[in-house]
């Protein structure tokens, strides 16, 4: 009973992480006033919780994927169907944003390269360096500012997994002082680099 207890407190603590703000038209707003997810720390403390509930539930995992678009995740449309504001969308702000975000998923790729030269290489600094999470929500929700806020609602999703997917990785890719990376730890960290990859190519497709 104790354990069930544990289990549900800690899966309503990490499914925080991905709720969305009801009632908050702009992406900016809705992302600046979540609570706990302000700072990498309070997120990877969100995080581990959150991971630990989906290892002890893993029938519950697949709530937290929104997969393709709109899968599993009825908010989030096809960017085809999109309504952009071109003159927004040409804007300085947003174009930054735009390269910004194209520079993080070139730093994803770089890490993959990495990896795949040296099976132990220690990315940790590099995340840190690349994903500095105000920076980078700063740069998804200039984006948003081009889109309708109908599409806002899905994409805002998105930012949420993108910030997720970041703090899984860094967490994944942790190894104590003198100890190997194993195989199958190598293979969750690339999982986890596909998966943060692709979250950046979803969110890109909305500004092309």
């Given at each position: 009973?104790k354990?069930?207890?544990?289990?549900?407190?800690?899966?309503?603590?990490?499914s925080?992480?991905?709720?969305?703000s009801?009632?908050?038209?702009?992406?900016?707003t809705?992302l600046?006033?979540e609570?706990?997810?302000?700072?990498?720390?309070?997120?990877?403390q969100?995080?581990?919780?959150?991971?630990?509930?989906?290892?002890l539930?893993?029938?519950?995992?697949?709530a937290a994927k929104?997969?393709?678009?709109?899968?599993?995740s009825?908010?989030?449309?096809?960017?085809k169907d999109?309504?952009?504001?071109?003159d927004?969308?040409?804007s300085?702000?947003?174009?930054?944003?735009?390269?910004s975000?194209?520079?993080?998923?070139?730093?994803?790729?770089?890490?993959k390269?990495?990896l795949?030269?040296?099976?132990?290489?220690d990315?940790?600094?590099?995340?840190?360096?690349?994903?500095d999470?105000?920076?980078?929500?700063?740069?998804l929700?200039?984006?948003?500012?081009?889109?309708d806020?109908?599409?806002?609602?899905?994409?805002?999703?998105?930012?949420?997994?993108?910030?997720?997917?970041?703090?899984?990785?860094?967490v994944?890719?942790?190894?104590?002082?003198g100890?190997?990376?194993?195989e199958?730890?190598?293979?969750?960290v690339?999982?986890?680099?596909?998966?943060?990859e692709?979250s950046?190519?979803?969110?890109?497709?909305?500004?092309?």
């Amino acid at each position: 009973m104790k354990f069930t207890a544990l289990v549900t407190s800690l899966f309503l603590v990490g499914s925080e992480a991905f709720a969305p703000s009801a009632g908050i038209a702009r992406s900016s707003t809705a992302l600046n006033a979540e609570n706990g997810v302000t700072t990498r720390i309070g997120f990877l403390q969100q995080s581990a919780a959150a991971v630990a509930a989906f290892t002890l539930i893993p029938g519950q995992a697949n709530a937290a994927k929104y997969g393709g678009f709109g899968a599993g995740s009825p908010e989030v449309i096809d960017p085809k169907d999109a309504i952009v504001d071109e003159d927004v969308l040409k804007s300085d702000s947003v174009q930054k944003g735009i390269a910004s975000v194209r520079g993080y998923k070139q730093s994803v790729s770089d890490m993959k390269s990495t990896l795949a030269s040296d099976n132990q290489a220690d990315i940790g600094p590099k995340i840190r360096k690349d994903f500095d999470f105000s920076a980078v929500r700063t740069d998804l929700n200039a984006i948003n500012a081009a889109l309708d806020e109908d599409t806002q609602r899905g994409t805002d999703r998105i930012v949420r997994a993108i910030l997720q997917d970041i703090t899984e990785l860094e967490v994944t890719q942790k190894q104590k002082p003198g100890v190997p990376r194993s195989e199958t730890r190598l293979n969750n960290v690339c999982k986890k680099l596909e998966k943060l990859e692709k979250s950046f190519d979803d969110y890109l497709a909305f500004a092309n």
